[in-house]
C-alpha cells in the first residue's frame, strides 16, 4: 500500500467518514481510493454466539481488547494494531444477554408463544469494526464499497436484527445512532450528548448520564465541606464534559477548583508525571479524578514514587471498581480510602449457576468460551477445527495477507498439529463450580446488570408490539405487527413507552432515552494482606445522596472525615474578606465591627445589631445594652458628690460665722441680710448639682432644671442689689442724692430680688408645664451601653433660663465694673466683679462644652459649670471677709471700712 493512502486512511480513521468515503469513491467512479480504503478497513472478526428464534435481537461488545495506551505504538495504523486478549469482563456481558434471553423464553408472561433469539458479534473495541459489524446486524453479514445502499440484504440467509444491546461506548454508541440508525440500548454508554433526542431518538440506555455521576461528585464535595479541590481529567469528552457538569454543580456554593490537569492517552506517561507534581505542589488535600483506570494506574504510579499518599480521591465510574488497581498491591498505599461513583450494582437471580456450568461441551459452537477455557485451564477443549480457529483469532489481524477460514479448516491435521497456539486435549475434569474468577464472580454486577436490564427492555417492547388485544368490530381490518416483520418504527414506540418491573422488583422505564440515575458509592479500603477491597457506603438516587459516614475509611487511615480548604473557615465573629485575584476559597477572616455579629461559621457578611441591642466581646451575639447614666457609685459621680458636698458645708459654715458675727461691721457692710440670702442661694447652688446625679426619672428631670435655674437667679439677683447698694451709697455723698438712696432702702433690696426670682420662676413654671424634659435613651451613640439622661423636649425653654441668667449676670459685671475703683477701703464691688467674672466664663465656656459632650459627660459638664461658677461666686465674695473676721479682727472695724 502507498504511503499516501496510509497517511489519508489515518486522519479518516473515524468508522463515519470510512464509509461515506466507501460511498462517495463508488458515487464518483474513484476506484482507487475506494478500493484502497476499503481495504485498510479490512473485515472485521466475524466470531460470535447466536441462537435462532421468531424475533433475533443483537448484541454488540468488546470482547477482545487492544494494548493499553501505554503499551502501544502510536506511529503504527490503527488498523493493524492487534486484539491481543480475552476481555473477561465482556465475556461476562454476553453470558448475562444469553442468560437473559433463556430467562425470558421460560417466562409466560413476556413474548408468550414468541421464541427470543439472540446474534451476539465482537467489535474488539475498534469503531470502524463496530460500524461495519452493526451493519452485519441489522442489514446481513457484511457491508461491500459496490453496494448499493448502506443496508444489505442477508446474503447467507441470516436474520437481519430490529434491535441491537451496544455499543459498549459512547463513541461507537453515537456512531451506531446517527449513520446506520438501528435501534440500540447501551449498557455502557454514558455522554450527556447521547441524551439529545432530536440528534439520538433511537438511542437508549440502561446506564445513566454522566451528568449524574458528576452531580454526585460535587454534592460529595460539599457533604464534607471540601472547599479546594483538585481534578485530572481525561482530556476527551469524557473528562471535559464530567468536569463542565461538576462546575455547574459547585458554581456559587463555596467550592473552588485548585487546578484541573489533563491527562492525554497518547502522553500519558508525561502527563502524569506532570499531574503529580501539581498534586503535590498543591494544597488542596481532595482530587476529583475523570479518567479511565489505566490513566489513572499510571498516576497513582507517579504518585507512588514520590510517596504522597495523603491524598484523597474521588473516583468517577470509569475506574471506582477497578480490579486491576484494587488488587495493585504497590499502589495500595496511594489508592486507600477512594471514595468513588460507581455503576449500580444488583443482583441476578441464578446468574452465578448459570456461569459456573458453563462448559464447552454444552456449547460447542461458543468460540468465546472455549477461548476461555483454554486460557484459564491450559488444554483445548476437544474440537481440532475450534482450536485452530482460536490460535488465528488471537494473531494479529491482518485480512489482506492471512488466509481465510476455509483455508485454515481445510489444512491438514499433520500440519495443524505444529502451527502456533495448538493445544494438548483437555481431560475433562475441568469445571467453573469452585473456581474464583472475575468471570464467575457476582457479588457486584454492574455495567453486567446493565445488559440485563436491556434485554428485559427490549423483549418488554417487543411484548407491546407483538401483542394483539381484542379490537372493536369497526377496526377489522387493522392488523398486529408479527414477529417475522417487526418495524424498526414502531418498536421504537413501544420502547419509549416501556414500563415492567425487573425479575428483582425493581421498577424499570426510560426517560426519553435515559433511564433514573442511581449509582453505588464505593470506598477502597485497605486488607490485611496489603490489597484493597471494595466497600459499598451508600447510594445515589437521583438527586438523593444516601451515606453511610461511619464506614468510610479515608485516605488517612481514620474515621475523621479529611479537611481539604484553601482557607480556614471564618470563626464566630468575623466575616470573610476575598483576597484580590485569587478564588473566592480564599480569603482573610476581618473580626465584626462594634455593633456588628456573625452567629455562624464562614458567614459572609456582619449583621447589625437592632436598635437597643450591641455585640458582645466576641461579635457572636446581640446583647441588650446596659443603660448608662452618671450615678452615685462610678468615680466620676463620687468626686462630683464630693465636690458638691464640700462645697455646700464650706457655704454652712460661712454661714455660721457670719451669724456669729452679725453685729461686726464686716457684716453689716452692704446690707447683711442679703448676704445671708445670698449663702443660701450659694447652698442650693451647690445642692442642686446633686439631682443630676442618679438614673434619671420624670420628677429629677424636671426638679434639676428648675432648681438650677431659680437658685442661680437668686444668687445673681443678690449680687445685682448688691452692686447698686454700692453704687446708690457712693451717689448719696453729692448734694440731692438723698433721695435715691431713700427709695433704694432694705425692702426696696428685698422687693428687688423676689421680683427677680419671680420672673426666672415663671419661665420655669411655663417651660415644664408645657414641654418638660423627660428621660431618655440616647440611641444616636452606638455602644454597649445606652445612655439614660434627660432629654429637651424643648430646647427655647432651657435657652430662656441660661439667657436669663446670663441677663442678670452681665448686667451685674457692669455696675460691679463701673463701682471698682471706689474710694472705700473696702470696696465689695471689686469681689463682685471677679466673682462675676468667673462666673460669666464658666458659662461662656459651658455651652459649647455641654454642645460636644457624648452620653453621660453632658450632666457632668453641666455640674462641673454649676460647681465652678458657685466655688466661684463663694471664694470671691466671702472667702475675704472671713479673713478678716477669723484672722484680722482689727481690721473689722467701722473705721478701718470707710477709711480711704
Known sequence: MSGFAWLLTRWLSSASTLLLLCMVGREMGLQGVQATLCSQWGRPSNRGISQDGDVVIGGLFNLHYIPSAIDQDFTQPPLYKPCTGLELLSLQYIYAMMFAVEEINHNDAVLPGVKLGYRILDSCGRHPWALQTTVSLVGGDSISCNSTAVYEQPTTGTQSVPLVIGGASSTTGKIISKFLGPLSISYLSSCPCLSDRHRFPNFFRTIPSDVYQARAMARLALRFNWTWVGAVIANNEYGHLGMKVFQEEIQGKGVCLAFVEPLRRETVVRDARRAALTIEASTARVIIIFCWYTDVRQLFQELAKRNITDRQFIASEAWSTSEDLLQNVALSDVASGVLGVAIRSSAIIGFENYLRNLHPSHHPHDEFLREFWEKQFGCSPGVTYATSVSSYRSSPMNFVNHPT???????????????????????????????????????????????????????????????????????????????????????????????????????????????????????????????????????????????????????????????????????????????????????????????????????????????????????TACIPQELDFLSFNESLGITLTTVAVSGAVVTTAVFVVFLFYRQTPMVRANNSELSFVLLVSLNLCFLCSLVFIGRPSVWSCRFQQAAFGISFVLCVSCLLVKTIVVLAAFRSARPGAEAMIRWFGPSQQRGSVCLLTSIQIIICAIWLSISPPEPRRDLGLQGSKVTLECAMTSVVGFALILGYIGLLACICLLLAFLARKLPDNFNEAKLITFSMLIFCTVWVTFVPAYVSSPGKYVVAVEIFAILASSYGLLLCIFAPKCFIILLRPERNTKKHLMAR
Open 405 to 619: 477460514m476455509s483455508d485454515i479448516s481445510t489444512t491438514p491435521p499433520a500440519h495443524r498439529s505444529h502451527q502456533k497456539g495448538y493445544l494438548s486435549p483437555c481431560s475433562g475434569t475441568e469445571s467453573l463450580e469452585d473456581l474464583q474468577h472475575v468471570l464467575t464472580d457476582t457479588s457486584q454486577l454492574r455495567a453486567t446488570y446493565n445488559v440485563y436490564l436491556a434485554v428485559y427492555a427490549a423483549a418488554h417492547a417487543l411484548h407491546s408490539l407483538l401483542s394483539c388485544p381484542e379490537r372493536p368490530s369497526n377496526n377489522n381490518g387493522s392488523t398486529c405487527s408479527s414477529p417475522q416483520h417487526v418495524s424498526p418504527s414502531e418498536l421504537l414506540r413501544h420502547l419509549n413507552n416501556v414500563n415492567f418491573t425487573t425479575p428483582q422488583g425493581e421498577m424499570f422505564y426510560f426517560k426519553g432515552g435515559d433511564i433514573p440515575a442511581k449509582y453505588d458509592l464505593v470506598n477502597w479500603q485497605k486488607t490485611p494482606e496489603g490489597s484493597l477491597k471494595l466497600v459499598l457506603i451508600g447510594r445515589v438516587d437521583g438527586f438523593d445522596l444516601h451515606l453511610n459516614q461511619s464506614a468510610i475509611e479515608w485516605s488517612t487511615g481514620s474515621t475523621k472525615v479529611p479537611t481539604s480548604v484553601c482557607s480556614q473557615s471564618c470563626p464566630p465573629g468575623t466575616r470573610k474578606a476575598n483576597r484580590k485575584g485569587e478564588p473566592v476559597c480564599c480569603f482573610d477572616c476581618v473580626p465584626c465591627g462594634d455593633g456588628e455579629i456573625s452567629n455562624t461559621t464562614g458567614s459572609l457578611h456582619c449583621e447589625q445589631c437592632p436598635l437597643e441591642f450591641w455585640s458582645n466581646d466576641k461579635q
